[in-house]
């Protein structure tokens, strides 16, 4: 017939009691039931009430609903600039209602019921070649299932406890002075360069890297409000002789850099330009943006033939100190991070047999010394 040539339509076999079937017809997965039999004019009339209804927008009591209304909450408002904008790109896939793959239709009552997880995975599962992308998938979708579920609009959070798809040990993925070397010399200026010895020494995050100012620096350490927390935490870097001999490098090179805009300024006669406050900077004496100095930093460790990455270098930082002995809570006062954070990096990034022989080094040290 042909209205079963209609796209999206979901064709549901049961059985009754008495062994013989019935078919359900759906607008589409987890949509509206439809009326009559197909191809009558009940039927397809039914069916364009369910799309007219579709396009209308989201329903509250829909999962596109609640990503509306998750989108307003104070949750999702209080998060991170950077982290609320990739997370909307998210919730709008979320939200989508327009092929038989999309989930932003299912019924909130269908939400409640686990046996949604299937369809929940199936979505997901859009995305299994790229395993980082499909676990950041459940887990915006899980956030506002939770977040329902808080609010007492779900009874249960379906999406709760899924195992991730990709799994990767990156303890042995830290900066080695070899490698920080090699990218020096592929770097096309000091700037570049400047990046990853930076984030060696510092382990902040990009958007913290990049925003660092001199006025955060102080005579012993860095005090940089952190991004991810809107500024309500602190990291206190404490400035290593490594790390002032960089600052130093940083300034003298940032001053040569400068003298040389206002000279190509006074030559084009153009205004002269403010110097830049922040520790990094471009070759136009400008603040990097994170996505220019993250592509900066790819091209570059790519020519090098580094596979690393620039968050490797918190892992980096986070070694170094977990080597000179520091504590978890030590670590995360440093870098401004909830304590189950830092321990959550450790596990992740610290090469234990690399801590294990630093701390054995230091044993025999300390009891070959005088007595």
Same mark, same amino acid.
């Given at each position: ?86 997370w ?36 997901r ?19 506002v ?21 990709? $799994?990767? %040990?990156? &303890? ?7 490698e920080? @070397? #090699?990218? +020096? /010399? !592929? ?5 570049v ?22 006025a955060q ?36 090179q ?6 040389e ?19 990094l ?7 990097? $943006?994170? %996505?220019? &100095? ?8 790519? @020519? #090098?033939? +580094? /596979? !690393? ?63």
């Amino acid at each position: 017939m042909a209205v079963l040539r209609i796209k999206g339509l979901n064709r549901v076999k049961k059985r009754r009691k008495d062994g013989t079937e019935v078919v359900h017809w759906y607008a589409w997965k987890g949509g509206p039931p439809l009326k009559g039999k197909p191809g009558s004019a009940e039927f397809i009339a039914s069916y364009n009430e369910a799309v007219a209804q579709r396009k209308a927008g989201p329903q509250n009591d829909t999962l596109a609903g609640l990503v509306q209304r998750y989108r307003t909450s104070p949750e999702f408002q209080g998060l991170a600039d950077s982290t609320r904008k990739e997370w909307a790109r998210w919730l709008d896939r979320v939200a989508e209602d327009k092929t038989d793959k999309d989930i932003g239709g299912l019924p909130v009552k269908l939400l409640d019921d686990r046996r949604v997880r299937a369809d929940l995975l199936e979505w997901r599962d859009q995305w299994a070649n790229r395993p980082r992308s499909a676990d950041y998938a459940i887990q915006v979708l899980s956030r506002v299932l939770g977040w329902a579920h808080g609010r007492g609009l779900l009874a249960i959070n379906a999406a709760a406890g899924t195992e991730q798809l990709y $799994s990767s %040990n990156r &303890a042995d993925q830290i900066w080695t002075r070899a490698e920080v @070397s #090699a990218f +020096i /010399d !592929k770097a096309p200026s000091p700037e570049v360069s400047y990046i990853i010895r930076l984030a060696c020494l510092t382990g902040l995050r990009r958007e913290d890297l990049v925003t660092v100012t001199w006025a955060q620096v102080g005579d012993l350490a860095i005090l940089k409000p952190t991004g991810k927390s809107r500024g309500q935490k602190v990291a206190r870097i404490p400035l290593l002789r490594e790390t002032k001999d960089l600052l130093h490098e940083i300034r003298a090179q940032q001053a040569q850099r400068y003298a040389e805009l206002i000279d190509i300024a006074a030559r084009k006669k153009r205004p002269t330009p403010l110097p830049c406050a922040t520790v990094l900077s471009n070759t136009r004496g400008k603040p990097w $943006s994170v %996505n220019g &100095a993250e592509h900066q930093v790819i091209d570059t460790k790519t @020519s #090098a033939g +580094i /596979d !690393k990455h620039l968050h490797d270098a918190r892992g980096t930082f986070a070694t170094r100190l977990r080597k000179a002995g520091l504590t978890a809570p030590e670590i995360a006062d440093i870098m401004g991070w909830e304590e189950d954070r830092v321990q959550r990096l450790l596990s992740t990034y610290v090469d234990q047999d690399a801590v294990v022989q630093e701390l054995a080094e230091r044993i025999e040290r300390n009891e070959s010394g005088p007595r």
